[in-house]
C-alpha cells in the first residue's frame, strides 16, 4: 500500500473518530457500560452499551448477534444491512443518512437516537421497539434491559422446534431429580375441539357444517366423542364417533384396552364402522427401531409433516415447494401403528390423519403379544366380527405370527391367515403374509445405500375371493428413491413401476417424479403413464416452479403436457402471500385445456391466539362458492380453574401445568404464605410452552397420553441468584385429555462466607487450598469447601433452611500437623424470602501437639452437639422461633414481601405496617420500615419514603443499612435535591465499599458532578 493511501486512511480514521467523540458530547452524561441483556425465549447476555441519564443505546451488531440476525457492517463501518426474519425483508441502519431502511420504509433517526464511537454503531431503546418490533424496558438499578419480542423471530421458530422435537428417540431413561408418576382418575380435565363452516352458493342453498371433539379422562381412561353436522344432510350414526381407552404399559397382560368405535387394521377390507372391544398386551409407547422403510408422497406446499408410531412422535420433514415428501419410517418391535399429522407454516393443522401399515413385524427373541377384537358392524343386520392375532420372537431377526378373522364377507366365516418378518443382514427385510382363500404377498426393502432405497410388493389374489373389492388377479409394485446433489443443486428422484393383472388383460402403471432446488428456487417434474395393450396410451407430465419475487411473495406456475394427443392439458398459476405474522392470502387460477374449464380461487386464512379464521371464494365455469369457516379448541385446567384456548387440535392429546413456588420453608409444600416465582425457563421434548406472567404458572399443551417426558429447568431467569429449583430436572407421565400438575418449588438457599488463616511470625496469613466440611445435624446434607489459594477466604452458597456444623478436615490437619481454633462453627439458617448471608466462619490454624487427643476431644463435642440438636428437635418443630409471636411474624412477613413482588404495593404497606403495630420485638422488625420505605419509592412518594429509610438508619440496622443508604440517594435524586442525594451516595462508598450497590451509586454521583457542578 502507497504511503499516500496510507496517510489518507490515518486521517479519515481521525476524522471519524473526531466527529464520533463530537455527537457523543452532545449527549447528556454518557457512560460506556456492559449491561445485561435478557431477551424473553432465548437467553441473557452481557453487552457493550452506552448509558445516559435519559436512555440507554444498545451495541447494533451484539444484538443481532444475539438475536441471529443476519448483519454484515459496511466498508467504513458507518452502516449495518443483512435481512430481518426473512430473507426478502432487507434492513439499512444507516448512520450518515441518520435513517433505518426495512423493507420499503425508511424511519428517520433524531441525533439523541443514534450513536458511533469509532466502528461501532448503538441505537437507543426507542428505535429497537418502533422499527424492529423489541419490547425494552431499562432497569436502572441492576443495568439490566429486559427485551420482549413482538414479532416471529428465527431464532425462536428455531427453538420452539428443537425443543418440540428434541429428544425423539428413548433407548435410555435420562437420569432426573425426580418421577412424576401417572396419576389416574375418575374424572378430570376437558378438551374441545370445534369447528365451523359456511358455504353460500349462486343457486342453491347455503351449506353450514359443526364438527365438534370433547375428551376427557373418565374410570382412568381418555373418553372421546366426535359429532359431525350438515345442515343439507340428515345426521347418520357413521358421522358421530366415541371411544374409550385405558392403557396401563407396565401390565404384561393387558397393556390397551378400547370400547366403543373402532379403527383397527383387518386383513379383509371392511368399509363399515365396527362397535366392540379390542385388548392388546403390546403397549401403546414407542418401542427403539432397528430398522426403517422409506415413504414418499405429497401434501401442501412448505408444510411439516409429523410422523408418529403407536402414537408417539419418532420423526419429522418439511415439504418443499410442490408439496413433495419422503421420510424413513422407523419399524419398532411390536405391533407399528403409523400415523402422518400435516401442520401448515401458520400453524393449522390437518384435521384427518394417514393411518399407515406397517408390513413388517418384528419382536424381541422370547417376546409374545396377542390383539383380540369383539365387535359388530354397525349396518341393519349388525354381523359379528373377530379377530385374534398373535406374534412370538423366534429370534431378533425373525418373528412369526398367525391369527383369524370371523367374518360373513368371506366364505366360510374364518379367514386364517399367516405373518412372517425376517431381517438379513442390516440392509434387506423381507415379509411374507397369507390370508386363507383370500391373498398372499411378500413385501421387501433393501437400502442400497445411506438414503437410496428399493421397494418390492407382490400380491396375489384368489380369482372367488369376494372380502377385497378388487377385479386384480396379481400386483407388482416397485419403487426406487435416489438423491442426487451437486453443488447448490439438490434433487431426488422417485420412480415407480406398478403392474396389475386382471382378466383377460394387464394395465402397467408408471410414476417418474424429480423434486429439484437450484439458486432459491423450487421444481417438481412428475410424469404419469398408464399402458393398456389394445388401448390408447395416456401420459401426462407435469411440471411445477416455485420461487419467491418481491415483497415475499410465493409464485407457483405449472404446465400439464397430454404427450399422446400432442396437446397442452392446463396450465395455472397460484400466488401466496403471508401477511401480519399470522396472516395468509393466497389466490389461483388454472385453465384446462380437456374440458375447458376456468377454475379460479381467492381467500385469506388469519391464526389469532384462540382460533383460526378464514375466508374464500371459488369459481368452477358458472357456478360460485363463498365459504367461511372457525376453528379451535379449548382446554380446562380444573385443578387452577383456567381455561386455554388454541387454534389447534387438544382432543386426544395431553397437557402440563408446572407451579414454581418459593419454597420457605423447605418441605415441598406450597403453603399459603409461600409466593409464586417467575422467570423459570423449561426445556421439554415435546408440545408448546406458554408461559403465564399473570399466574406464574407454565403451561405444556399438544403432548401425547401414556407417556413419559423428560423435564429440565433453566433459572437463569429468576431475579434472585439465592433461589435455586429442588429439581432441575424431572420425567412426568401424562393423562389423557387433561392438564397434569406439577409444583416446582424453589428452595431459598443460605451464603456463608469466612476465612482460613494460619499464625506466622508476622501475623495471621490466609490458608489456601484448605478444605472444610458443612453437615447438616440431624439430615444427610453434606456439603465440602475448598478456601480460596490467594488469601484463604471461604465461600458457600447452597445452604438450606436448618442446622449445620462447619469445620475443617480433620485428616488434613493431621497431615499437615496443625489444628483449628475454633474446632468447628454452629451455623443456623433461618426460612426468608431474600436469602440469609451469614459472615464471620473464621478459622485459626497452629501447630497441634497431641492429635490423638484432639481428634478423641472433638468426637466427644460432636456427638454431644448432636445429642442437644436433637433434643431441641424434639421439643419444638420449630428451631428458631419460641414463641407464638415469632412464628406469626415470619407468616405475615413472607405475605407482605409476596404482596411486594407482585406490585401490590398498598396491601404489602398495609400488612408490614400491622406488623409494626403488633409485634414489637424481632430480629427483622427493622426491615420492616425498609420495606414500607421501598413501598412509597415504588408509588413514588420520595419524602414518605425518605422519612422510612432515615428510620432504618436511626435504629442502626446491621442487614439494611447500605440498602437504605442507596434508596436516600435516590430518593433526593429524583426530587432534586443533588447534594444531600451526593451526600448519602458518599456514606455508601465511604462505610460499605463491598456492597453491590457500588456501581451505581458512582454512576449518580458522576453524573451529578457533570451535570449540577455537585463538588
Known sequence: MNRSLTRFLILLQWVLSIASFAQLSEIESPEHVFLLLNVKNIGAQDIDAILTSETVFLNVMEVFELLHIKARPSVFADSISGFYIDENNSYLIDYPNRSVTLGSKVYPLSPQQF???????????????????????????????????????????????????????????????????RNPSWLDGAFL???????????????QTLQAAVGAEIAGGDLELFTYQRSRSPSVSNQ????????????????????????????????????????????????????????????????????????????????????????????????????????????????????????????????????????????????????????????DWFTVGGGYEFSRMVPGGFAPFIDLSARIKDNIIISANKVDQVMESVNTSVSLSANTTLLGEFV???????????????????????????????????????????????????????????????????????????????????????????????????????????QTLLYGISVERQFAHKGYFYLQMEKNRQNDALTAQVGIRYEFPYMLAGSGMSQFREQIVNTQFLRGSLGLDSKQKHVTYDHISSVGR????????????????????????????????????????ADTLIRITGLEPYREYFLKVNTLGLENIAWKPRFTSMSVFTDPNAFKSVPLPVIVQAEIQGNVSIETLDGLKGKGGMTLYCRELGGDQLYQIKSDPYNGDIYYLGLKPGTFIVYPDPLQLKSLDLRSKPRYRIVR??????????????????????????????????????????????MSNDLFYAHKSDTLFQDLYNQALSLFMQRRYPEAHTLWQQILDEIPSHPLWVNCHYWIGECHHAQNAYRAAIDKFQTVLELNSTYKTDD????????????????????????????????????????????????????
Open 240 to 395: 358421530q364417533r366415541y371411544r374409550w381407552r385405558y392403557v396401563n404399559n407396565e401390565n404384561p397382560l393387558l397393556r390397551q384396552l378400547y370400547v366403543g368405535k373402532l379403527d383397527i387394521h383387518t386383513r379383509t377390507l371392511i368399509p363399515r364402522p365396527m362397535l366392540g372391544v379390542h385388548v392388546t398386551n403390546s403397549p401403546s409407547r414407542y418401542r427403539h427401531s432397528f430398522a426403517s422403510v422409506k415413504l414418499s408422497d405429497r401434501t401442501q406446499p412448505n408444510w411439516m409433516v409429523e410422523l408418529y408410531v403407536n402414537r408417539v412422535l419418532v420423526d419429522f420433514v418439511k415439504a418443499d415447494a410442490s408439496g413433495y415428501y419422503e421420510m424413513n419410517v422407523p419399524i419398532g418391535y411390536g405391533y407399528t401403528l403409523v400415523t402422518l399429522k400435516f401442520i401448515g407454516p401458520w400453524g393449522e393443522e390437518r384435521s384427518l390423519e394417514r393411518w399407515i401399515h406397517i408390513p413388517y413385524h418384528f419382536l424381541p427373541a422370547g417376546e409374545w403379544n396377542y390383539a383380540l377384537t369383539l365387535a359388530r358392524f354397525m349396518n341393519p343386520k349388525e354381523e359379528p366380527f373377530y379377530k385374534l392375532q398373535t406374534n412370538i420372537g423366534l429370534a
Open 115 to 181: 450513536i458511533r464511537i469509532n466502528s461501532r454503531l448503538y441505537l437507543a431503546l426507542e428505535p429497537w421497539e418502533r422499527i424492529f418490533g423489541l419490547e425494552t424496558e431499562f432497569d436502572f438499578r441492576s443495568l439490566s434491559v429486559d427485551m420482549t419480542p413482538d414479532v416471529d423471530l428465527p431464532l425462536i421458530r428455531q427453538m420452539q422446534r428443537q425443543k418440540l422435537r428434541k429428544n425423539l428417540q428413548y433407548a435410555r431413561t435420562p437420569q432426573v431429580d425426580v418421577h412424576i408418576p
Open 829 to 874: 439458617v433461618r426460612p426468608s424470602v431474600e436469602g440469609e448471608i451469614i459472615k464471620g466462619l473464621n478459622f485459626v490454624l497452629d501447630r497441634e501437639p497431641n492429635w490423638d487427643e484432639w481428634l478423641d476431644r472433638l468426637q466427644d463435642e460432636m456427638e454431644a452437639l448432636n445429642r442437644e440438636i436433637a433434643e431441641i428437635e424434639t
Open 964 to 1015: 437504605a443508604l442507596y434508596m436516600l440517594g435516590q430518593c433526593y435524586f429524583r426530587i432534586e435535591q443533588y447534594k444531600d442525594s451526593a451526600l448519602y451516595f458518599k456514606q455508601l462508598l465511604d462505610k460499605h465499599p463491598t456492597s453491590e450497590y457500588i456501581p451505581n451509586a458512582r454512576h449518580f454521583l458522576h453524573a451529578m458532578q457533570k451535570n449540577h457542578q455537585i463538588w
Open 193 to 207: 375441539d370445534w369447528s365451523l363452516a359456511n358455504s353460500v352458493y349462486k343457486d342453491k342453498p347455503s351449506d
Open 460 to 566: 396375489r389374489y384368489n380369482p372367488a375371493q369376494k372380502a377385497i373389492p378388487t377385479n386384480n388377479l396379481q400386483e407388482l409394485k416397485l419403487s426406487l428413491f435416489m438423491p442426487f446433489n451437486v453443488g447448490d443443486y439438490r434433487s431426488t428422484m422417485r420412480l415407480k413401476y406398478q403392474r396389475s393383472m386382471l382378466p383377460g388383460y394387464h394395465i402397467n402403471h408408471w410414476e417418474w417424479d424429480i423434486s429439484s432446488y437450484f439458486w432459491g428456487a423450487n421444481s417438481h417434474l412428475s410424469t404419469f403413464s398408464y399402458q393398456t395393450p389394445g388401448l390408447d396410451q395416456y401420459t401426462v407430465t407435469r411440471l411445477e416452479l416455485f420461487f419467491r419475487t418481491w415483497r415475499q411473495f410465493l409464485l407457483r406456475p405449472f404446465y400439464g403436457y397430454n404427450w399422446p394427443k400432442n
Open 654 to 693: 395431553a397437557a402440563i401445568t408446572l407451579s414454581p413456588f418459593l419454597d420457605i420453608n423447605a418441605n415441598n409444600i406450597h403453603d399459603v404464605n409461600e409466593p409464586r416465582v417467575l422467570g423459570m425457563d423449561i426445556e421439554l421434548n415435546g408440545g408448546r410452552i406458554e408461559y403465564c406472567d
